[in-house]
């Protein structure tokens, strides 16, 4: 039998076939490769994408009220009382005796005006009450007589009525006559004019020789007289605060041309009834016996008032508010970050602050600028507080 002789294959072919083998190797890991990177690129869109769909919120912790807060609001100030004063009596200014700034006494004189009409009418109505007089008295005189002929029958009634008549009109002749003296001294008394109470004299409108004219509908006020030894402030009162302030309740004032300094002021009353802009009218009382205030000047009104009327309230950004058609709303975050909703009752509104009276805690973390879609139980993303970085000084 022949012997088998293995012929081996030349080294070129094993080089080819073993080049083959590392390059379907290759292939293959390229394809499983691709397959892998496909699935990645799909699953990180995937996350991505559902990661964009989470809402990213601002959350705040709402503010729990003290039991009283400080309340601020305008005032103006006025004197306790203000008076114009008028000429009753019309001529010429003869003098005047006080400038502004003066202080005076309730009568005293502040002017002489020069009337001389008024004292050509004064003597002649003194001349018309001695021509009374004498008339008066022959009349009574012929009465008197004509009295003692009626008891002897000397005259008939008719004539001793007719002359006992005339002495009567004489006799009212005569009243009138002194009553028409009497007021012509009056308004010439009125050529000075006085101070009606004490106070300081805050303006002068007149000069020597300027034509003066009786009343105060025909020309400004000669003279304007306050007294300031006490003011009084006016503040109007939001309706939100107008059942807190109420009689007898005190408050600090502040005046910008008196830093640092505050004085004591009481409330004397209220107006009890609202305005067109639903404020309430305050009347206080402040003590100005040093002169050290100033009427018309601009103050600022410091109330010391209860944080609440409701009991525990808390305040909110007013831009946590969810207006919706079942009413006012706000969307917290509970601590598995899921969204709850939270209807809300509120209560006085401090501008960039409301009060919330029921329905939040002050423990809640309340969503910031809520977006309307937002609902309950919806997965939200809180942003980390920040802290502001201290600013170098130069």
Same mark, same amino acid.
């Given at each position: 039998?022949?012997?088998?002789?293995?012929?081996?294959?030349?080294?070129?072919?094993?080089?080819?076939?073993?080049?083959?083998?590392?390059?379907?190797?290759?292939?293959?890991?390229?394809?499983?490769?691709?397959?892998?990177?496909?699935?990645?690129?799909?699953?990180?869109?995937?996350?991505?994408?559902?990661?964009?769909?989470?809402?990213?919120?601002?959350?705040?912790?709402?503010?729990?009220?003290?039991?009283?807060?400080?309340?601020?609001?305008?005032?103006?100030?006025?004197?306790?009382?203000?008076?114009?004063?008028?000429?009753?009596?019309?001529?010429?200014?003869?003098?005047?005796?006080?400038?502004?700034?003066?202080?005076?006494?309730?009568?005293?004189?502040?002017?002489?005006?020069?009337?001389?009409?008024?004292?050509?009418?004064?003597?002649?109505?003194?001349?018309?009450?001695?021509?009374?007089?004498?008339?008066?008295?022959?009349?009574?005189?012929?009465?008197?007589?004509?009295?003692?002929?009626?008891?002897?029958?000397?005259?008939?009634?008719?004539?001793?009525?007719?002359?006992?008549?005339?002495?009567?009109?004489?006799?009212?002749?005569?009243?009138?006559?002194?009553?028409?003296?009497?007021?012509?001294?009056?308004?010439?008394?009125?050529?000075?004019?006085?101070?009606?109470?004490?106070?300081?004299?805050?303006?002068?409108?007149?000069?020597?020789?300027?034509?003066?004219?009786?009343?105060?509908?025909?020309?400004?006020?000669?003279?304007?007289?306050?007294?300031?030894?006490?003011?009084?402030?006016?503040?109007?009162?939001?309706?939100?605060?107008?059942?807190?302030?109420?009689?007898?309740?005190?408050?600090?004032?502040?005046?910008?041309?008196?830093?640092?300094?505050?004085?004591? %002021?009481? /409330?004397?009353?209220?107006? *009890? $009834? =609202?305005?067109?802009?639903?404020?309430? #009218?305050?009347?206080?009382? +402040? @003590?100005?016996?040093?002169?050290?205030?100033?009427?018309?000047?601009?103050?600022?009104?410091?109330?010391?008032?209860?944080?609440?009327?409701?009991? %525990?309230? /808390?305040?909110?950004?007013? *831009? $946590? =508010?969810?207006?919706?058609?079942?009413? #006012?709303?706000?969307?917290? +975050? @509970?601590?598995?970050?899921?969204?709850?909703?939270?209807?809300?009752?509120?209560?006085?509104?401090?501008?960039?602050?409301?009060?919330?009276?029921?329905?939040?805690?002050?423990?809640?973390?309340?969503? =910031?600028?809520?977006?309307?879609?937002?609902?309950?139980?919806?997965? +939200?993303?809180?942003?980390?507080?920040?802290?502001?970085?201290?600013?170098?000084?130069?």
């Amino acid at each position: 039998m022949d012997k088998l002789h293995v012929v081996k294959a030349p080294h070129g072919i094993r080089g080819l076939a073993r080049i083959g083998a590392v390059t379907g190797i290759v292939a293959i890991a390229v394809v499983l490769w691709a397959v892998f990177a496909s699935y990645r690129a799909r699953a990180t869109l995937r996350e991505y994408t559902d990661d964009q769909a989470i809402v990213t919120v601002a959350t705040t912790t709402p503010q729990a009220l003290r039991d009283t807060e400080e309340l601020r609001l305008p005032g103006s100030v006025s004197a306790n009382y203000d008076a114009p004063i008028y000429a009753r009596t019309s001529g010429y200014l003869r003098r005047w005796l006080v400038d502004i700034g003066t202080p005076v006494k309730a009568g005293q004189v502040l002017a002489e005006i020069d009337a001389p009409e008024v004292d050509q009418q004064l003597r002649q109505a003194q001349a018309d009450v001695a021509n009374a007089e004498a008339n008066q008295k022959i009349a009574r005189v012929t009465a008197d007589r004509w009295r003692g002929l009626r008891n002897t029958d000397s005259v008939s009634k008719q004539e001793a009525d007719e002359k006992i008549s005339l002495a009567d009109a004489g006799a009212a002749q005569l009243q009138a006559a002194q009553a028409n003296v009497q007021r012509l001294r009056e308004l010439s008394g009125f050529k000075k004019i006085v101070a009606p109470f004490d106070g300081v004299v805050t303006a002068r409108n007149t000069d020597v020789g300027q034509l003066i004219n009786a009343g105060s509908g025909s020309g400004p006020e000669l003279f304007r007289i306050a007294d300031i030894r006490q003011l009084r402030l006016y503040v109007h009162v939001p309706q939100t605060y107008a059942a807190m302030v109420q009689a007898n309740i005190e408050a600090e004032v502040s005046f910008p041309d008196r830093p640092g300094r505050t004085y004591l %002021a009481k /409330v004397e009353r209220t107006s *009890n $009834a =609202l305005d067109a802009s639903r404020t309430l #009218l305050a009347q206080l009382i +402040v @003590d100005n016996t040093k002169n050290e205030l100033l009427p018309g000047a601009y103050a600022e009104v410091h109330f010391k008032v209860p944080a609440s009327l409701q009991g %525990a309230t /808390v305040r909110v950004p007013t *831009n $946590a =508010l969810l207006f919706r058609s079942d009413g #006012l709303q706000v969307a917290t +975050v @509970d601590p598995q970050g899921r969204v709850v909703i939270k209807p809300v009752t509120v209560g006085r509104d401090y501008g960039s602050d409301i009060e919330i009276t029921q329905g939040l805690r002050a423990s809640d973390r309340v969503i =910031l600028s809520p977006p309307d879609s937002l609902t309950d139980s919806t997965i +939200v993303r809180v942003t980390p507080k920040t802290t502001p970085k201290a600013v170098a000084k130069s």
